[in-house]
Nanobody, 126 residues
Framework: QVQLVESGGGSVQAGGSLRLSCAAS????????MGWFRQAPGKEREGVAA????????RYADSVKGRFTISHDNARNMLFLQMTSLKPEDTAMYFC???????????????????WGQGTQVTVSS
């Protein structure tokens, strides 16, 4: 099993920045991909960004391209999401996810991810 714990959420004004972190523990040896999802009240969970642990081009949702940057630290089993130029529509619970596979085309689909964290809240005020 893999345990994921997110941190770094908070409340910021529009235009501000936040850096989310996700600490992975447990059976992480087989992890090939790590990603971030978010869910706003009344909406479905959506993929934000994803990355392969072995390298490769990260994937981003169109809504966050140019503003968010995903990165990881394999040595520390950490995943990060640097968020800049935040907008009120970025307000959501943000979840970290990992999987032992990688789907470069459908990375944004929930069912392709096996392990999930409990989430960290991000609130952006106008």
């Amino acid at each position: 099993q893999v345990q994921l714990v997110e941190s770094g959420g908070g409340s910021v004004q529009a235009g501000g920045s936040l850096r989310l972190s996700c600490a992975a523990s447990g059976d992480t040896y087989s992890t090939r991909s790590m990603g971030w999802f978010r869910q706003a009240p009344g909406k479905e969970r959506e993929g934000v960004a994803a990355i392969q642990t072995g390298g490769g081009v990260p994937r981003y949702a169109d809504s966050v391209k140019g503003r968010f940057t995903i990165s990881h630290d394999n040595a520390r089993n950490m995943l990060f999401l640097q968020m800049t130029s935040l907008k009120p529509e970025d307000t959501a619970m943000y979840f970290c996810a990992t999987d032992n596979g990688w789907d470069g085309y459908y990375w944004y689909v929930e069912r392709h991810w096996t392990h999930w964290g409990q989430g960290t809240q991000v609130t952006v005020s106008s």
